[in-house]
């Protein structure tokens, strides 16, 4: 058996800085400290060989003789052990010498001992539970791709995504109504990054976008990052984004680009209907006004053919289309897709100015994955499964919440938007279930300012369970005692209906 060579001290010199010439303790007492709390600190550890005398000297800028004796010393504490021809290591302490935590002295008051709950049921971000997802199978691919495919780890891939991946999404969106080509596509990080490129692209510092009110929380986040201002369209949980709304923001030009989710968007549920998917492409070409669509959800509808996107309608390449596989197939792995029409050039440009390309291992997997045939299939039982667990989230709430409540009844996707009456403060309402180990996503964090306090929106993508209803129940009894506090009186009374109201 080959011995190992003993592992060998670091560099350590910039961590631990230059030793004090004035000062009264001598070089080499100051720098047998230093090596000890090296060694307290874990820098160094039992077993370690001590750097040599030469590597010392020019690390801690001290002569040899210092070095040696510093050592000495370590030596004669009992910290460092020398060992014929192989130099100085660090010693295992014994036992007697080992620092414990010092006994601590107990509180004269008694403490709740309470630990912070684990959060256990997770409700806040609109990801699928792992059990929803082809997991096994993508890992499987994944690890047959790098096999097959060295080069997918050796070189960088085209800066417009794999070409089999590229035909397979482009075969994907006939169903949405899109004729494109593998050549109309750039494959990206997920939606997030198709979106960003794009505003990259069609906006400025300072510019203003059009969206939807309320909308998906990362949007927001993106539209911020970028130093862009939002104009919000009032929208609907059945019809998506209002029509009065775009008339009326397009009338006042106020706005660089809108960025839309015409299909149950995130987190109303909405569906654009097609007639007013139609209106909305010709009204923005013919005021030159670039859309972007993220579709992220299109094909998680519960019945009927899949929605058609604006791009379906989009003749002059003013709509940007954005999507991707994270709530099918993966979010971690991290593929979404761009059409982004007449901006191709100045996209795929400043997609290879950002990162190159997206990595290619989990491109050819997800390619092979929809080639396999097995997509349709999983995407048919989560259609079904969201269907159900939509229905039964609302049914548990408004059982459970305070009278008054509403909930969205998406017909696709996979979260739910809620109403509660006026007083409930969702944020406030969060903090609470949080310490019981619930968590959600509060109203406010679906526009500027501080709309929607009375909402919030749940995930309904993962398995019905007891705890989960008691938990939705938790939700709703929380929200009902808040609500009681909010119209009591600081004497505890109720207070007259009117001043609820204000
Ligand atoms: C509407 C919408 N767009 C984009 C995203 C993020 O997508 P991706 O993982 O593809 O970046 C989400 C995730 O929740 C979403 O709901």
């Not at 969205?408 to 809620?418: C, E, L, N, Y």
Request: charged fraction near 20%.
């Amino acid at each position: 058996v080959p011995v190992q060579p003993p592992h060998r001290f670091k560099d350590i010199a910039p961590s631990v800085g230059a030793l004090q010439r004035s000062s009264s303790t001598p070089l080499f007492e100051q720098l047998a400290s230093r090596i000890e709390a090296l060694i307290q600190a874990g820098t160094l550890s039992v077993g370690e060989q001590a750097p040599s005398v030469r590597r010392a000297q020019k690390q801690f800028g001290v002569s040899a003789a210092t070095v040696i004796e510093a050592y000495r010393l370590l030596e004669a504490r009992g910290v460092i052990r020398a060992r014929p021809q192989s130099g100085y290591f660090v010693r295992q302490s014994p036992v007697s010498e080992r620092r414990v935590p010092a006994m601590t002295a107990p509180a004269l008051r008694s403490v709740s001992l309470e630990p912070p709950e684990p959060m256990l049921v997770r409700l806040k971000a609109a990801v699928p539970d792992e059990s929803l997802l082809p997991t096994t199978q993508l890992g499987r691919l994944l690890g047959k791709v790098y096999r097959d495919h060295p080069e997918a780890l050796s070189t960088y891939g085209p800066t417009a995504g794999c070409t089999e991946l590229r035909r397979e999404i482009a075969r994907r969106m006939i169903d949405a109504g899109c004729v494109v080509s593998p050549d109309d596509i750039v494959v990206t990080n997920g939606t997030t990054e198709a979106v960003y490129l794009a505003l990259q692209i069609l906006t400025g510092p300072g510019d203003t976008v059009a969206v939807e009110s309320p909308t998906y929380h990362g949007l927001l986040d993106t539209l911020r990052a970028r130093g862009l201002k939002v104009l919000p369209l009032a929208s609907c949980t059945v019809n998506g984004v209002c029509v009065d709304a775009i008339e009326e923001a397009i009338r006042s030009r106020r706005f660089a680009a809108m960025v839309l989710i015409p299909n149950f968007s995130n987190p109303l549920g909405g569906v654009l209907p097609d007639e007013r998917k139609r209106w909305l492409v010709e009204l923005a070409a013919a005021n030159e006004i670039p859309v972007i669509e993220d579709d992220i959800y299109g094909e998680l509808g519960f019945e009927g053919p899949r929605p058609r996107a604006l791009r379906s309608y989009d003749d002059g390449g003013w709509v940007v289309y954005c999507s991707s596989f994270s709530k099918v197939l993966s979010p971690g792995i991290r593929i979404g897709w761009c059409v982004p029409g007449r901006h191709m050039d100045a996209y795929r440009r400043i997609k290879h100015d950002l990162n190159i390309s997206a990595p290619m291992g989990p491109q050819l997997a997800v390619a092979e994955f929809l080639s396999g045939g097995g997509y349709d299939k999983h995407l048919r039982q989560l259609r079904r499964f969201y269907q159900t667990q939509t229905a039964r989230f609302s049914d548990r709430i408004l059982a459970t919440f305070p009278e008054g409540t509403s909930t969205s009844q998406p017909r696709g996707g996979h979260v739910i938007w809620v109403e509660m009456p006026v007083g409930v403060d969702s944020v406030a309402l969060l903090e609470v279930c949080q310490r019981r180990g619930i968590t959600f996503a509060p109203g406010p964090l679906f526009a500027p300012g501080d709309a929607y306090r009375n909402f919030l929106r749940l995930n309904c993508a993962v398995a019905w369970s007891e705890e989960l209803s008691d938990a939705i129940a938790t939700i709703g009894r929380l929200a009902k005692e808040q609500l009681h506090a909010a119209q009591a009186g600081p004497d505890g009374r109720a207070r007259p209906k009117r001043s609820m109201a204000l």
